[in-house]
């Protein structure tokens, strides 16, 4: 579970409190059995490169990878409806799901990103029930 921690955070907009969790991060990933040698390499290059940039450049670098291109863009539906109005009202369609089917009470209804619901999940903000 620590790890699915870690790699929620290391999605997150990049800010002083992420880079000052470092030594937390890494113990996480170092912990953890179940990850193979070469990916708990990788993870903790990445968790080396956010906690240890320029947070100016980390958050210039997180915009230019997640908000600016539907190929790799966090947002959901992003990848299916772009810019259109059709994805206001698909994440209009989603929350009303989720309410219908007793989910997502105290979920943000902002929250709009992979990272930000895998984080709140997590962290127990968010309750999704299948």
């Known amino acids: 579970m620590q790890l699915l921690k870690v790699l929620a955070r290391v999605l997150e907009y990049p800010t002083e409190e992420l880079q000052a969790s470092k030594d937390a991060l890494v113990a996480a990933v170092l912990e953890d059995s179940r990850l193979p040698r070469q990916n708990k390499e990788q993870l903790l290059r990445c968790v080396e490169m956010i906690c240890d940039g320029d947070l100016l450049d980390m958050q210039e670098n997180y915009v230019g990878m997640f908000d600016k291109g539907r190929a790799t863009s966090l947002l959901l ?44 999940c997590i962290n127990g903000k968010a309750s999704i029930t299948w």
């Open 77 to 120: 539906f992003e990848h299916v409806h772009g810019e259109s109005r059709d994805r206001g009202q698909a994440m209009v369609d989603l929350m009303e799901e989720y309410r219908t089917n007793g989910s997502g009470t105290g979920w943000r209804t902002s929250t709009t990103s992979w990272a930000c619901w895998a984080s709140d």
